[in-house]
């Protein structure tokens, strides 16, 4: 199936610093990419929706100013979490859309594990 | 949205058959039911999904009721490596095409397979 890769696995960073996530299609163009959130023994959470080329959507309080999300090519979207603190400590899961004869599929990153000192 | 409901948690022998219920009574006409599964600390893995017709692929089978309030993912033959956490989802159309949506997760199905 389709591959989607996502860049760093696990990152640990200071209280203050920002962290920039990568998730990339490798295989196909994804038009629509989706970057959730989730905490132990949760559930994941719709953090915002990327559009290539235009701005994100977020979903209803997700701060835009805090989760920045670039998708700038067909390939390619980031989200930098920007002044981290020890409540964004996550496991960040990004995922691509990819049309098929069918509907529509949704393939995954194996995320990044962020811990924030 | 139209919401799903799963049982927490189901046990399975290994070698017998898993079947995962859901619950989608409030979908309409035009949503997909999708099914993924998360082994601990890696991404969903996208197992199936469908419409209105059963459907069957390498990994499981999903029998989708005709009215279609709710559905049953089938994996035929489980093994200790299909212990993970089930999640059935209705896909939500953002209401601008069929390229146009998101997966909004629930709480999945906890399965574990046992020896």
């Known amino acids: 199936g389709a591959v989607v890769s996502q860049h760093p696995s696990r990152v640990i960073c200071k209280s203050g610093t920002s962290v920039k996530i990568e998730c990339r299609s490798l295989?196909?163009?994804?038009?629509?990419m989706f970057w959730y959130r989730q905490f132990p023994k949760k559930s994941l959470m719709l953090m915002a929706t990327?559009?290539?080329?235009?701005?994100?959507?977020?979903e209803q309080g997700v701060e835009k100013d805090k989760f920045l999300i670039n998708h700038a090519s067909l390939t390619l979207s980031t989200l930098t979490v920007t002044s981290a603190h020890p409540e964004d400590s996550s496991f960040y899961i990004c995922s691509a859309s990819h049309s098929i004869l069918r509907g529509e599929k949704l393939f995954f990153g194996s995320g990044t594990q962020l811990s924030v000192l | 949205d139209a919401k799903t409901t799963q049982p927490p948690s189901m046990d399975c022998a290994e070698g017998r058959a898993a079947n995962l219920p859901c619950n989608h009574s409030?979908?309409?006409?035009?949503?997909?039911v999708y099914w993924y599964r998360q082994i601990h600390s890696q991404g969903p893995q996208y197992i199936i999904h469908?419409?209105?017709n059963n459907e069957t692929n390498e990994m499981a089978s999903l029998i989708i009721t005709e009215d279609r309030k709710s559905s049953t993912l089938i994996l035929p033959h489980a093994t200790l490596r299909d212990t993970a956490v089930y999640y059935c989802i209705v896909r939500v159309s953002l209401g601008r095409g069929g390229s146009n949506y998101k997966l909004t997760f629930g709480k999945g199905t906890l399965l574990t397979v046992n020896p």
């Open positions: 409030t979908i309409s006409g035009n949503e997909y």
């Open positions: 469908g419409l209105k």
């Open positions: 990327s559009n290539e080329g235009s701005k994100a959507t977020y």
């Open positions: 295989d196909f163009q994804a038009t629509t």
